[in-house]
């Protein structure tokens, strides 16, 4: 369903402030804007704003009081695990030790996520995942780009699993990769995904073997961490100063 121009302002508005937040552009010496100074800013009405407002304290970006005005939240009250809020601060404050956090989360969930996709991943699911391999293997003979279907299949395990809070981590899994696949190929220096890896989880998923999926996605992820380890102590720049392509 198309939104209407009220809700398409209303999420332009969560995203620029949502930017805003992440990136440090409020403080003590620049404090968030009030109500009416926003509406004016952005053509908005007051309910318009208010909804804006309303999605970014849902997120743990904004506090607001009547008679007390609205205020940005300290960092640690801010939702991670909201796409929107992992994936503004990926592309705008982006850090090896976020970074390191998310490949940490990843270690502890995939792994158990595809052990069970093997065991219990109904027809339509292994589908999927054979499809999102297929295509990885594809991008890398045509030379074309290999993340969309990289993030196809982490996604495509992730919901064969079965389990509604595994599936329910796709929309960050999708936010994080982006921005981390991207820095591991550039550390690597190439642009090509790691498709005889992945194929050691789906065949492993697709044959029924839980035990070879986990151990093969835990050596995939382990990998992807150890490398975002290196690039820190090597001295890389962080992705922030990588141009994205």
């Not at 054979?130 to 030379?143: C, V």
Request: proline residues 6%; glycine residues 6%.
């Amino acid at each position: 369903m198309a939104r209407s121009d009220g809700q398409n302002l209303t999420y332009r508005i969560v995203q620029a402030l949502g930017v805003a937040i992440v990136s440090g552009g409020y403080s003590a010496k620049n404090p968030f804007p009030i109500e009416a100074d926003l509406c004016k800013q952005y053509g908005a009405s007051r309910s318009v704003l208010r909804e804006a407002v309303k999605m970014l304290t849902a997120k743990g970006l904004l506090s607001a009081r009547p008679r007390q005005g609205t205020w940005v939240q300290p960092e640690e009250n801010w939702n991670l695990l909201d796409p929107d809020v992992l994936r503004w601060l990926l592309e705008r404050k982006p850090s090896y030790a976020l970074l390191r956090e998310f490949a940490q989360v990843r270690l502890a969930v995939e792994p158990k996520a595809a052990a069970l996709a093997a065991m219990i991943a109904p027809p339509e699911a292994k589908a999927a995942i054979r499809t999102a391999i297929d295509q990885m293997a594809q991008a890398d003979r045509d030379e074309d780009d290999p993340l969309p279907s990289d993030i196809a299949f982490h996604l495509a395990v992730l919901r064969a699993s079965g389990n509604r809070f595994y599936s329910q981590l796709s929309g960050v899994t999708e936010s994080a990769l982006r921005i981390s696949i991207r820095m591991q190929n550039r550390y690597k220096g190439v642009r090509r995904a790691s498709v005889p890896d992945h194929k050691k989880i789906s065949d492993a998923i697709l044959a029924g073997d839980a035990e070879g999926a986990e151990l093969a996605t835990r050596a995939l992820i382990q990998e992807a961490l150890d490398l975002i380890n290196k690039a820190d102590s090597d001295g890389v720049p962080e992705p922030r100063k990588i141009r994205r392509s």
